[in-house]
C-alpha cells in the first residue's frame, strides 16, 4: 500500500479527560464547520495517527478552564506543539486551527504529485485490460469504493467519510491506498457517481513529474469536445483547448507554443487522458519545415503558367530564341 500526506481536509483528535471532550468537540464542530466555507477543512477522529491530537497544557491544574496544546504531525514523522490559550473562546480555537492548518500545509507538494502518478499509473494499467474488472479504491486498509474502470465511474462504501475528490485525496495521501482487482459487489456501496472529477485532480497534480507513457507518442491529439472540467482552472486552459481540438498538435507541439508552464501542460494532458477526453488513435504529426519563399517564376507556372512553360521549353530544345 501507497502512504503519502499532503493536504486537507485535516483530522483532529480530542484527547482529553470525558468531562471536558465532549464539550470540546461540541465546540470544534462549530468552528470548523465556520472554517470549511472559508476553504479550511477539517473532521474529527479519535484515530491514533489523526494529524492534530489536542490535549491539555501541562499537568490539568488550571481548574476548569485549561489551557490546551495541539500535537500537529508532520509528513516526515516531526511534531509540532502549539499552544491555545482561551480556547473556550470560539475565536482563539479559530485562530489556532488557522496557524495549524498553515504548518500542515507546509508538506512538501512532491508528495501530491508522486502520488497523483502512481495512481493514474496503476488506474490505466488496470483500465487497459481487454475485460476490465471492479476495482477496490482501498485506503488506510479499508475498502471505501468500488471503481468502474469501463464506465469511469464509482460506488462509495457507505462507511465511507472521504466523498469529494478533494477528501479522497487527502485522506490517500495521510492513510496510503492501493486499486486492486475485485469481485462484483464486493462492497456495500450507494448509487455510482462518476468518478471523472477525481481523476481530473489527479491528473491536474501528476504534471509536476511530467506526462504519462501514452502522451509522450508522436501522434496528434484531438479532444472529442469541450472538457467540462477545465472550467475555472489555469487561465492558459482555454488556448490548449482551442489547439487541442483542432487535432494538429500533440504534447511536444503544446510544449514548443510556451502557453503555460510545463508542468500545467503535462497536467492538463494527463487530466484530459484519465478522463477519456481524447479521440482514440491519432494521426501522425509530421514535422515539416516552413515554405521556402516563393518566385515570380514559380508562382506564374504554380498559378496556371504551365502551357507557357512547355512552349517554353520545346524552343530551348530546338534553338530558338524567344520571340
Same mark, same amino acid.
Given at each position: 500500500m501507497m502512504k503519502m500526506h499532503d493536504a486537507a481536509p485535516f483530522s483532529i483528535a480530542v484527547a482529553l479527560p470525558t468531562y471536558l471532550k465532549s464539550l470540546v468537540e461540541r465546540m470544534l464542530q462549530g468552528v470548523l464547520h465556520e472554517q470549511q466555507a472559508q476553504g479550511?477543512?477539517?473532521?474529527?477522529?479519535?484515530?491514533?495517527?489523526?494529524?492534530?491530537?489536542?490535549?491539555?497544557?501541562?499537568?490539568?491544574?488550571?481548574?476548569?478552564?485549561?489551557?490546551?496544546?495541539?500535537?500537529?504531525?508532520?509528513?516526515?514523522?516531526?511534531?509540532?506543539?502549539?499552544?491555545?490559550?482561551?480556547?473556550?473562546?470560539?475565536g482563539a480555537m479559530a485562530s489556532a486551527l488557522v496557524r495549524i492548518a498553515d504548518l500542515l500545509r507546509a508538506r512538501p507538494a512532491q508528495e501530491k504529485s508522486t502520488m497523483a502518478l502512481q495512481w493514474l499509473q496503476r488506474?490505466?494499467?488496470?483500465? @487497459?485490460?481487454?475485460?476490465?474488472?471492479?476495482?477496490?479504491?482501498?485506503?488506510?486498509?479499508?475498502?471505501?469504493?468500488?471503481?468502474? @474502470?469501463?464506465?469511469?465511474?464509482?460506488?462509495?462504501?457507505?462507511?465511507?467519510?472521504?466523498?469529494?475528490?478533494?477528501?479522497?485525496?487527502?485522506?490517500?495521501?495521510?492513510?496510503?491506498?492501493?486499486?486492486?482487482?475485485?469481485?462484483?459487489?464486493?462492497?456495500?456501496?450507494?448509487?455510482?457517481?462518476?468518478?471523472?472529477?477525481?481523476?481530473?485532480?489527479?491528473?491536474?497534480?501528476?504534471?509536476?513529474?511530467?506526462?504519462?507513457?501514452?502522451?509522450?507518442?508522436?501522434?496528434?491529439?484531438?479532444?472529442?469536445?469541450?472538457p467540462y472540467l477545465a472550467a475555472g482552472g489555469h487561465k492558459s486552459f482555454a488556448e490548449l483547448i482551442k489547439h487541442l481540438r483542432s487535432g494538429g498538435n500533440n504534447r511536444a507541439t503544446l510544449q514548443t507554443l510556451a502557453l503555460a508552464p510545463r508542468a500545467v501542460v503535462d497536467g492538463f494532458l494527463n487530466a484530459c487522458l484519465a478522463c477519456e477526453f481524447f479521440h482514440e488513435g491519432g494521426v501522425a504529426v509530421?514535422?515539416?519545415?516552413?515554405?521556402?519563399?516563393?518566385?515570380?517564376?514559380?508562382?506564374?507556372? @504554380?498559378?496556371?503558367?504551365?502551357?507557357?512553360?512547355?512552349?517554353?521549353?520545346?524552343r530551348r530544345t530546338l534553338g530558338m530564341g524567344r520571340p
Amino acid at each position: 500500500m501507497m502512504k503519502m500526506h499532503d493536504a486537507a481536509p485535516f483530522s483532529i483528535a480530542v484527547a482529553l479527560p470525558t468531562y471536558l471532550k465532549s464539550l470540546v468537540e461540541r465546540m470544534l464542530q462549530g468552528v470548523l464547520h465556520e472554517q470549511q466555507a472559508q476553504g479550511l477543512q477539517w473532521y474529527l477522529s479519535d484515530t491514533a495517527n489523526a494529524d492534530v491530537t489536542v490535549r491539555i497544557l501541562g499537568d490539568g491544574s488550571q481548574g476548569i478552564s485549561p489551557n490546551l496544546l495541539a500535537e500537529v504531525r508532520r509528513s516526515d514523522g516531526t511534531v509540532d506543539m502549539v499552544t491555545i490559550e482561551g480556547p473556550w473562546r470560539t475565536g482563539a480555537m479559530a485562530s489556532a486551527l488557522v496557524r495549524i492548518a498553515d504548518l500542515l500545509r507546509a508538506r512538501p507538494a512532491q508528495e501530491k504529485s508522486t502520488m497523483a502518478l502512481q495512481w493514474l499509473q496503476r488506474w490505466c494499467e488496470l483500465r @487497459a485490460q481487454a475485460s476490465p474488472p471492479p476495482v477496490e479504491l482501498n485506503i488506510g486498509g479499508s475498502v471505501v469504493a468500488l471503481l468502474n @474502470a469501463r464506465h469511469a465511474s464509482m460506488q462509495l462504501a457507505e462507511r465511507s467519510k472521504a466523498t469529494t475528490p478533494e477528501q479522497l485525496i487527502a485522506a490517500m495521501l495521510r492513510d496510503g491506498w492501493s486499486l486492486n482487482p475485485s469481485p462484483v459487489a464486493a462492497v456495500p456501496a450507494a448509487a455510482a457517481v462518476s468518478l471523472k472529477p477525481l481523476l481530473w485532480q489527479l491528473g491536474l497534480q501528476s504534471g509536476t513529474l511530467g506526462a504519462l507513457p501514452a502522451l509522450r507518442s508522436p501522434n496528434a491529439l484531438r479532444l472529442k469536445g469541450w472538457p467540462y472540467l477545465a472550467a475555472g482552472g489555469h487561465k492558459s486552459f482555454a488556448e490548449l483547448i482551442k489547439h487541442l481540438r483542432s487535432g494538429g498538435n500533440n504534447r511536444a507541439t503544446l510544449q514548443t507554443l510556451a502557453l503555460a508552464p510545463r508542468a500545467v501542460v503535462d497536467g492538463f494532458l494527463n487530466a484530459c487522458l484519465a478522463c477519456e477526453f481524447f479521440h482514440e488513435g491519432g494521426v501522425a504529426v509530421a514535422a515539416t519545415p516552413p515554405p521556402e519563399p516563393t518566385t515570380a517564376r514559380t508562382a506564374s507556372v @504554380a498559378g496556371g503558367g504551365d502551357e507557357q512553360a512547355i512552349i517554353s521549353a520545346i524552343r530551348r530544345t530546338l534553338g530558338m530564341g524567344r520571340p
